[in-house]
């Protein structure tokens, strides 16, 4: 059977042709996700600043004894005497530290500033001049220097922690960020950063004859239960990038979501393809029922040619697949998603599971298809093949209600989910929707045929009634053409509109949030928190206050102990975290007091949201970790009402500040007084700079340029995710239908020969194109309504998605359109030629 199997392929070029795109398509798409999600895991970043060093020291960001693997956001700096303890390891050759900090050129763009010590942990070099070996006397990166203009022996204006000073070029280097990078010597630049006596990183370097895990092995000794980690091999790139550990674990549920979007979609279009080129055998298989060929021997000459089909498709696969991944992980970088230090880290699995995907998809569309042939007795094998009597199974009911269930309890979980988190649990609900849909289409599609039965016949004669008598016999053909426009549209519908609706949750809570008329910032990162009272004294001035947005933890009542399992005990709770000065804050931001006074905002207290502080009173101490790590006890003073999800804890800038990476405020927000004009107050703030180095002064658009850069991070992320997928449902939906429509010359053949014209046949397919579109958008429709109504609830509060009308009339359109103008092109090209050619005729 598998030889006749093999030789049979070549009579089937379209249907040979369709399954091969689905399958090669679906295996890319699939080993490509799961080659990020494998790249989530190992979560490597190979050094470069700190490439030389075999073994780094560095602060561990991670909140230890948590379950979700929280990461604090601010690095964690270590005492400087700590440089001194491991130089004196048996084995260490020399113990060299590292300090950065944000800086900017009065003349340029903002820059990294380090101690000249640093330039021995990576492979700079000086191509000119000296090393700073005095106050006021910096080394530029040599790409730098070229796009400041300057060389060596001249002077630079450098803008670093609130205060300008000039620097003599003594030096150019050359190495891995020389277009941002400056050296001060190393005690200047403890001094203007603000932090003497600490240090980022510390670079390990063996004396002769020692090895490097032994090494370490010492430094993790010394260090003991310390927040500290030691780091070798590409681990030693989350010591130059924090980032990697806070927003590189993030890429794991992306993949997770991506790849699981993916395989889904890709299992009902391999599905739908091969059953569709299957079913469009029946005939066939019949014939062979009716000549003595067992149901063992169909299942096996069906399932023989499926395999190897998808052998040669997802083994052709394996090689664009995992570049896919890299693409995938490269465009995610350029977004700023994810860091662009993640190295793409892809073994085996993903090309194991991709592949397993497909050809277990292909094997099991191609059983299940050859199930119904198998099993219909000879003498009735070919009325079953003429009529299509069995067009639903009860397996697929009970699968597709048991989705409908899951379906159900995921929209349950969405609405009750906060608004920024919705979208997590949304996903995979329509997954599951586009799941149960698609398995009770037939239903469906049923049920719609016997309604504009009539209908179709009125407006379009005879046409329409022909066209709605064929997809009332062909129903399980006609459901299989159906499900790609289903996802294609649903997917699109849901995935666009879950997107816009999160935006508009965030623009709602922004525009509710900020009051103020001016915000004041700085090039070089912030400004010291004694601007603020500057601020407050200009004349045309109401109210002023800083603001430092991080996040914190509050502490569990009970320890959190060490556990192998996933017990590890109470939880800390993760929540945005500001720091603000009191006076003026309810006049720049919308914050107001449920409880207590906002106004006793000073020394260790905090004001927590009404939902985080209901078991509290007022008073009590709440114990809870800052964006640093640093544990802190806090005088609660007032709880906050905000919109659900987007809620904000506020603590005293004084406090917050040192607690930060730039030690700084970021921003200063401004209210106007009565009668003052917003121009003329930015005017009398500007002449600030002239004693506050690098201080700007612009309207709120600063601010809510600044959201919607973030807004648009999240979006194109989503858009990238949408193009994929639904790029890949759109291609299935072309393939599928041209599939349906080159697989009837018979059926038009006889037509022709019984004096139907060529305009009859293509106006009875319009009529059958325009059901299966409107039956797929409907069904589209179902499935995005069903994921996109709860999302709305939790996000808006209301029923209706956030987003333009437009985005559904053109995806709608495009569905009709894709599908119309396959169908009848294919059409078209079958009905070239006379009647009798068609048939086989010579005249």
């Given at each position: 059977m598998i030889r006749i199997a093999l030789r049979t392929l070549r009579f089937h070029k379209g249907g040979f042709i369709a399954s091969f795109i689905g399958l090669f398509f679906g295996a890319v798409i699939v080993i490509g996700a799961g080659g990020l999600l494998e790249t989530g895991i190992h979560n490597a970043a190979p050094p470069h600043r700190?490439?030389?060093?075999?073994?780094?020291?560095?602060g561990d960001q991670r909140y230890e004894y948590t379950q979700q693997e929280l990461v604090f956001p601010e690095r964690l700096h270590m005492d400087g005497a700590l440089t001194r303890k491991i130089a004196g390891l048996p084995g260490v050759g020399a113990a060299v530290p590292d300090l950065s900090f944000p800086a900017a050129l009065a003349k340029?763009?903002?820059v990294t500033g380090h101690g000249w010590s640093s330039a021995k942990l990576s492979p700079y070099k000086l191509t000119g001049g000296s090393a700073p070996a005095a106050d006021g006397q910096a080394v530029l990166g040599e790409t730098l220097a070229q796009q400041a203009g300057v060389r060596t022996g001249e002077s630079v204006q450098l803008l670093v922690h609130g205060t300008r000073k000039s620097y003599q070029v003594s030096g150019l280097a050359t190495g891995p960020d020389d277009g941002t990078d400056v050296f001060l010597r190393d005690a200047e630049a403890a001094a203007v950063s603000g932090r003497a006596g600490t240090v980022d990183n510390i670079g390990v370097f063996p004396a002769a004859g020692a090895r490097s895990a032994d090494i370490a092995s010492a430094v993790r000794d010394l260090v003991g239960d310390?927040?500290?980690?030691?780091?070798?091999?590409?681990?030693?790139?989350?010591?130059?990038?924090?980032?990697?550990?806070?927003?590189g674990s993030d890429l794991i549920p992306l993949a997770a979501a991506f790849g699981g979007l993916s395989a889904m979609v890709t299992i009902f279009v391999v599905a739908s393809t091969l059953g569709l080129s299957i079913q469009q055998r029946q005939r066939e298989l019949a014939l062979l029922r009716t000549i003595g060929t067992t149901p063992g021997q169909l299942r096996r000459l069906v399932v023989g040619e499926t395999l190897f089909l998808a052998i040669v498709a997802t083994g052709l696969a394996v090689v664009p697949g995992p570049r896919f991944g890299h693409w995938l992980l490269d465009a995610f970088a350029d977004a700023g998603v994810v860091p662009d230090s993640i190295a793409f880290r892809a073994g085996s699995v993903p090309v194991i599971v991709g592949v397993g995907t497909a050809l277990l998809t292909a094997i099991g569309a191609a059983f299940i298809a050859a199930q119904a042939a198998a099993r219909t007795r000879p003498t009735e094998a070919l009325a079953e093949a003429t009529l299509r009597r069995r067009w639903f199974s009860a397996f697929r009911l009970v699968v597709g209600l048991l989705c409908l269930v899951g379906g159900v309890a995921l929209a349950w979980g969405t609405a009750g989910a906060a608004g920024p988190d919705a979208a997590g649990v949304a996903t995979p609900a329509a997954m599951v929707w586009a799941a149960a849909f698609g398995l009770l289409g037939p239903v469906v599609v049923r049920a719609m045929v016997a309604a504009l039965r009539r209908p179709a016949a009125k407006v379009s004669g005879l046409a329409g009634e022909l066209a709605a008598h064929n997809a009332r016999a062909r129903t399980g053909r006609l459901a299989s053409a159906v499900m790609p426009v289903m996802l294609a549209?649903?997917?699109?519908?849901g995935l666009i509109y879950m997107q816009t609706t999160q935006s508009d949750g965030a623009q709602r809570a922004f525009d509710e949030d900020v009051r103020a008329d001016v915000v004041v910032t700085s090039d070089s990162g912030g400004l010291p928190l004694d601007v603020v009272d500057k601020v407050r004294a200009q004349p045309g001035v109401a109210a002023a206050t800083a603001q430092i947005s991080t996040t914190g933890y509050i502490e569990p009542?009970?320890?959190?102990?060490?556990?192998?399992?996933?017990?590890?005990?109470?939880?800390p709770t993760e929540l945005s975290l500001r720091g603000v000065t009191e006076q003026g804050l309810d006049r720049t931001t919308a914050y107001h007091a449920a409880r207590g006074s906002l106004s006793a905002l000073e020394g260790d207290s905090v004001a927590l949201p009404a939902a985080d502080a209901k078991d509290r009173a007022l008073g009590d101490l709440?114990?809870?970790?800052l964006g640093d790590g640093t544990r802190v006890e806090l005088k609660l003073v007032a709880t906050v009402e905000g919109r659900r999800g987007y809620e904000t804890a506020l603590v005293p800038a004084s406090l917050l500040i040192g607690h930060t990476d730039g030690g700084l405020v970021p921003q200063i927000m401004v209210r106007a007084a009565a009668g003052t004009d917003k121009d003329r107050l930015i005017s009398s703030l500007s002449a600030l700079a002239a004693d506050q180095p690098g201080l700007r002064v612009s309207g709120r658009e600063v601010l809510e340029a600044a959201q919607a850069e973030a807004d648009d991070t999240q979006a194109w992320m989503a858009y990238l995710v949408l193009g994929v997928v639904v790029g890949y449902a759109t291609l299935a939906l072309i393939n599928t239908q041209v599939l349906a429509t080159t697989e009837r010359r018979k059926e038009f053949m006889l037509q022709r020969l019984i004096g139907a014209t060529r305009r009859q046949v293509l106006h009875m397919m319009t009529v059958e194109a325009s059901l299966v579109a409107l039956a797929g958008i409907v069904l589209g429709l179902l499935v995005a309504g069903a994921t996109l109504v709860p999302l709305s609830l939790s996000v808006l509060g209301t029923a209706l998605p956030g987003g333009s009308p437009w985005i559904l009339a053109v995806v709608v359109a495009g569905a009709v359109a894709l599908t119309l103008a396959t169908t009848l092109l294919a059409s078209a090209a079958v009905l070239r030629g006379r009647p009798g050619d068609m048939a086989g005729i010579k005249e």
């Open positions: 700190l490439s030389s060093a075999p073994v780094v020291v560095t340029g763009g903002k310390s927040p500290i980690t030691v780091l070798t091999g590409d681990d030693r790139g989350r010591a130059e990038d924090p980032d990697v550990v806070a927003d549209s649903g997917l699109a519908i009542d009970e320890p959190m102990r060490p556990s192998e399992g996933e017990d590890t005990g109470p939880q709440v114990p809870m970790r």
